[in-house]
């Protein structure tokens, strides 16, 4: 028998070293290796014993890929249309976020046979969760098991379609000499659930905690295996969440699906377009009202920045739901072209309500709400701000034009900045008045 050698496992991404590293090579993350146990891998000998099933290309008839009804608008829509049979999906989310609420509220509306398999709490958790959320259901089995052999047994003796396991972290198999949690088996166990899933046509949702470093145990290497994931996110003070696919082997990726946290569960965000807009303060210079696309969405938000004088050498840049580098290009921009001197400030920029924003077209938003608060003067509350801002200080032609004046002039917004390039988009009857603008210089001089 060969010995089992000790190596050191990156959690982010599987990267494997035989000593200790403080910095993956792999995927740059900190401290992320530990000791873990490398099985000799059982050498499956190329006998031939086994039976491949081949067949010629014409005579495969096509596989319906009939998708569940998850009960849920916002899910259906991240899934790409519900949850598809046979498929895995990972869920990946703080601790405390709701993830165990999501599934089991999801589990009751499926009207499928579900084993809900928990390996962190008691079934009478389990139960008196079901209760709070009105979530009984008689076609709703709970198992409490951490051992994925007897999980898998359990799948098919329940003869469940869809199958939850929560959390995949404390899953493990004794094939492995691991303790659960660890990437080996988290990979292992994640493949093999793969593995029966394909075979027998069962689709598994898998439920992952986010450690507090900011990541999913082997994120990376999961992603690789399974066919979908999803991360539950959310600004915990408002009660809103937000679920995102990272990866959808059937659907796009850019579509959101919002919640909220109540006491009797999660609910669905319907009207969301202004739910980013809550507790607004408009009195405030620095803050400004843009219009992002999410998926298929419109959403109205708000862009909020600080900016004050730096009194030690290095200025501080803080972004929040956007991104950092794109921000110093826009500092520079305003240096540049809007004559503003920033590099003595420090500059503090947030996006409302916990959107992350990765699109362009709400830079000249972002310049607009940092020369509000350079210059401390406040922006018109009813002045929804889009364009994409270049290194020149144009502003460039945006996406969805119409749909994001739609929703401003829906939630009663007189004004709306647009890109000058976008003028033959504008809707033929609007309540709303739609300025182009085709310069930041100018768009400042007619703000301020
Ligand atoms: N009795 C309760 N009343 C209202 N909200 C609750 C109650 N119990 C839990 N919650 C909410 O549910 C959250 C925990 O959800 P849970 O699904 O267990 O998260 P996760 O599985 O992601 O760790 C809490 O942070 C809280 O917001
Ligand atoms: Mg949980
Ligand atoms: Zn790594």
């Given amino acids: 028998m060969a010995k089992n050698k000790t190596v050191y496992v990156c959690a982010n991404c599987g990267f ?5 590293v403080g910095k993956c090579p792999s995927c740059e993350a900190w401290d992320t290796f530990s000791e873990e146990i490398k099985s000799s891998a059982k050498s499956k000998s190329p006998s031939g014993s086994n039976t491949a099933l081949f067949q010629d290309i014409i005579s495969i008839t096509e596989e319906t890929g009939e998708r569940f009804d998850t009960g849920s608008e916002e899910l259906n829509r991240v899934l790409g249309g519900g949850l598809m049979n046979g498929s895995v999906v990972l869920i990946g989310g703080d601790p405390g976020i709701g993830k165990s609420t999501l599934v089991l509220q999801t589990a009751a509306k499926l009207n499928r046979k579900v084993l809900y398999v928990t390996g962190e709490e008691s079934l009478w958790q389990i139960k008196s969760r079901a209760v709070r959320l009105n979530a009984l259901n008689s076609s709703l089995m709970i198992l409490a098991e951490t051992d994925l052999p007897t999980i898998l047994d359990a799948a098919g003796s329940s003869g469940a379609e869809i199958v939850i396991i929560d959390s995949i972290q404390t899953v493990s198999s004794p094939e492995f000499d691991n303790p659960a949690g660890t990437v080996t088996q988290i990979r292992e166990c994640t493949a093999a659930v793969m593995n029966y899933s394909k075979k027998n046509n069962i689709s598994f949702i898998l439920i992952g905690h986010v450690t507090k470093e900011g990541f999913l145990a082997g994120p990376k290497v999961l992603e690789h295996i399974v066919d979908t994931v999803l991360y539950f996110e959310g600004d915990s003070g408002e009660g809103l969440r937000m679920l995102r696919a990272q990866k959808n082997r059937f659907g796009s990726t850019n579509e959101l699906g919002i919640f909220e946290m ?3 569960g999660l609910q669905e965000v319907k009207d969301a377009a202004s739910v980013f807009l809550t507790h607004r303060n408009e009195k405030i210079s620095g803050s400004v009202i843009s219009a992002t696309m999410e998926g298929s969405r419109t959403f109205l938000f708000e862009v909020q920045a600080l900016v004050t004088p730096s009194y030690y050498g290095n200025p501080q840049r803080v972004a929040t739901g956007f991104d950092y580098k794109r921000l110093s290009i826009l500092l520079a921009v305003l ?3 809007g004559s503003m001197r920033l590099s ?6 947030n996006m409302s309500g916990g959107i992350r924003i990765t699109e362009p077209a709400i830079d000249l ?3 607009c709400a940092i020369a509000g608060a350079l210059s401390d003067k406040t922006i018109s509350p009813d002045l929804v701000i889009t364009g994409e801002v270049g290194l020149g200080g144009e502003i460039r032609g945006i996406s ?3 749909k994001r004046i739609r929703e401003a002039e829906k939630l009663g917004f007189t004004g709306i900045i647009i890109p000058a390039a976008n003028k033959s988009r504008i809707p033929k009857e609007c309540r709303i008045e739609v300025i182009p ?9 007619n703000l301020f």
């Fill in 16 to 20: 494997e070293s035989l000593r200790w």
């Fill in 262 to 264: 109540t006491s009797g």
């Fill in 335 to 337: 240096e540049k072209r």
């Fill in 344 to 349: 003595d400030k420090n500059v503090f920029l």
């Fill in 365 to 367: 938003a972002v310049c």
């Fill in 400 to 402: 969805n034009i119409e």
């Fill in 437 to 445: 603008a085709s310069n930041l210089r100018l768009v400042f001089e």
